[in-house]
């Protein structure tokens, strides 16, 4: 059973910076992709970051783009969302999720419905 679990959120002023982290277990992950997506009070969740185990491709959308960035750590099996020049904007629930990297990928990545596994999220709140 695929379980991921995020840690490293917290609460940081503005023009802050902060590292989340999801450690994934249960399977090999070596042909999936893992994603980040967001999740603010009142606000449906979307995307904000893909990365492939395999190849390390990146995607964002472009309300990140340049100030975030996902890596992985194959051998720890954990992906990392740094998160730099925070804006009040970007505070949220952040949860990792994970699927089967297919050829569909390259197409849907930010899609939270083909993400068949979820971490519980870690609050992030980005405050003065």
């Known amino acids: 059973q695929v379980q991921l679990v995020e840690s490293g959120g917290g609460l940081k002023q503005p023009g802050g910076s902060l590292r989340l982290s999801c450690t994934a277990s249960?399977?090999?992950?070596?042909?999936?992709?893992m994603g980040w997506f967001r999740q603010a009070p009142g606000k449906e969740r979307e995307f904000v970051a893909a990365?492939?185990?395999?190849?390390?491709?990146?995607y964002y959308p472009d309300s990140v783009k340049g100030r975030f960035t996902n890596s992985r750590d194959n051998a720890k099996n954990t992906v990392y969302l740094q998160m730099n020049s925070l804006k009040s904007g970007d505070t949220a629930v952040y949860s990792c999720?994970?699927?089967?990297?297919?050829?569909?990928?390259?197409?849907?990545?930010?899609?939270?419905?083909?993400?068949?596994?979820w971490g519980q999220g870690t609050q992030v709140t980005v405050s003065s």
């Open positions: 999720a994970a699927r089967v990297w297919t050829i569909l990928f390259n197409t849907d990545y930010g899609r939270r419905g083909a993400y068949p596994y």
């Open positions: 249960g399977r090999t992950f070596s042909n999936w992709a």
């Open positions: 990365i492939t185990w395999s190849s390390g491709d990146t």
